[in-house]
């Protein structure tokens, strides 16, 4: 009889009862699609090493190359880009620079603007991983969307249940 009392509350918490405002479903539901979102960020990170890249080199060279049209591409717009400090992105900068990967280059308009590009083997590099990482994408892509969609789910249920 314990036990069934034990079993009962911890399965009535686990599917009903909210934490907060949030319930195990919630829960669930966002644990798995991080989960997911991990799975293919690893992937990344190995891509990038096997290129003999560390991650965040890669992650530089993603937001430089894909930065939306109008954007300077400069420091302080790849640190907030990738939500890292001005000095994390510098130091990037400067291990790519040496290994002529992108370069510096003063802008024409303001010239206390540095401006940064991609050199030819630099895009090369990148768009051989950025085709390696779409084709996972394809693969992976099921698996985050049904993540995604349990947690918009999950949390329009919890809504509705609460009003």
């Not at 911890?10 to 997911?36: I, K």
């Not at 992976?140 to 919890?158: D, E, G, H, K, M």
């Amino acid at each position: 009889m314990k036990n069934r009392i034990g079993i009962y509350i911890g399965e009535r918490y686990n599917a009903a009862v909210s934490t907060g405002t949030m319930t195990a479903a919630e829960f669930r539901a966002l644990a798995e699609f991080r989960y997911q979102i991990r799975i293919f960020l690893n992937g990344s990170e190995e891509a990038a090493r096997n290129a003999d890249l560390e991650p965040q080199q890669y992650l530089l060279m993603l937001a430089l190359r894909g930065l939306p049209a109008g954007r300077e591409p400069n420091i302080r717009e790849l640190a907030e880009r990738m939500q890292l400090r001005h000095h994390s992105v510098v130091e990037l900068v400067d291990r790519l620079e040496k290994r002529q990967i992108l370069r510096r280059e003063r802008s024409r308009n303001d010239r206390r603007q540095v401006i940064l590009h991609l050199t030819p083997r630099g895009e090369k590099i990148l768009t051989r991983l950025a085709k390696q990482r779409i084709s996972e994408l394809r693969t992976a892509a099921p698996a985050l969307v049904r993540a995604l969609t349990a947690v918009i789910r999950s949390t329009q249920a919890s809504q509705r249940n609460r009003r």
